[in-house]
Nanobody, 113 residues
């Protein structure tokens, strides 16, 4: 059974930084992605990374967020800098594109002063 565990969220002031981690018992050949869902909004893709390390980003986070992965540890990271209140959401990781039954509990990120 696949397990996906996100961590690293929290409360941060605007302009601050957080680093999210995703430990996933998913075969390391898959492309992986970070997603987020804000209250009252649909879940959206934030960033993706192939096994080889090629990355893609939503326009709203380009230049502020960096996705990376450690294939040996089956772990995916999301470094988030210059955070804005509109980044407030529950953040999830999954394959890219997402697999319906691989969603974890997510980690809450709140950007507020």
């Amino acid at each position: 059974q696949v397990q996906v565990v996100e961590s690293g969220g929290g409360l941060v002031q605007p302009g601050g930084s957080l680093r999210l981690s995703c430990a996933a018992s998913i075969e390391s050949g898959y492309a992986m992605g970070w997603y987020r869902q804000a209250p009252g909004k649909q879940r959206e893709s934030v960033a993706g990374i192939t096994r080889a390390g090629s990355t893609t980003y939503a326009d709203s986070v380009k230049g502020r967020f960096t996705i990376s992965r450690d294939n040996a540890k089956n772990t995916v990271y999301l470094q988030m800098n210059s955070l804005k209140p509109e980044d407030t959401a529950v953040y999830y990781c999954n394959t890219d594109p997402p697999t319906w039954n691989y969603w974890g509990q997510g980690t809450q990120v709140t950007v507020s002063s």
